[in-house]
């Protein structure tokens, strides 16, 4: 019996900067998961996946990630991508520099 498709996102690293970026439906590139064009048919995600890797001058790593649709944009289901697109771990730069510091002990 053949599972249920999983909703995806198209995600790649920007090839210059090494920021997490998602395909958007109009084929340009969004560091915002938000923007991301929600694929809900596996022949489309695999073509889609086909245009990214073509892409190699600007992505590098493109890939198929698992999202979860809801009102605020597709949400990552599994950690991973959840970590991936609040950016570096580290202070202060690329989407976390506006976040406050936390005192450390």
């Known amino acids: ?3 249920d498709f999983t909703p995806k996102v198209v995600t790649a ?3 210059l900067e090494g920021d997490v970026i998602y395909l958007k439906a109009d084929d340009g590139w969004s560091r915002d998961l938000a923007e991301a064009e929600v694929i809900t048919d596996e022949a489309h ?3 889609r996946l086909l245009d990214a ?3 190699a001058n600007k992505v590098v790593g493109a890939y198929l990630a698992d999202i979860a649709p809801s009102g ?3 949400q990552p289901v599994h950690f991973r991508e959840d ?3 609040r950016g570096p771990s ?3 730069h690329g989407k976390q520099q ?3 510091r936390t005192p450390t002990r």
Do not use: C, T, V, W
């Open 53 to 55: 890797e073509r892409l």
């Open 72 to 74: 605020s944009g597709p």
């Open 13 to 15: 690293s920007d090839l």
């Open 98 to 100: 506006d976040l406050p």
């Open 1 to 3: 019996m053949a599972r």
């Open 45 to 47: 995600a695999q073509l």
């Open 90 to 92: 580290n202070y202060p």
């Open 83 to 85: 970590f991936r697109r």
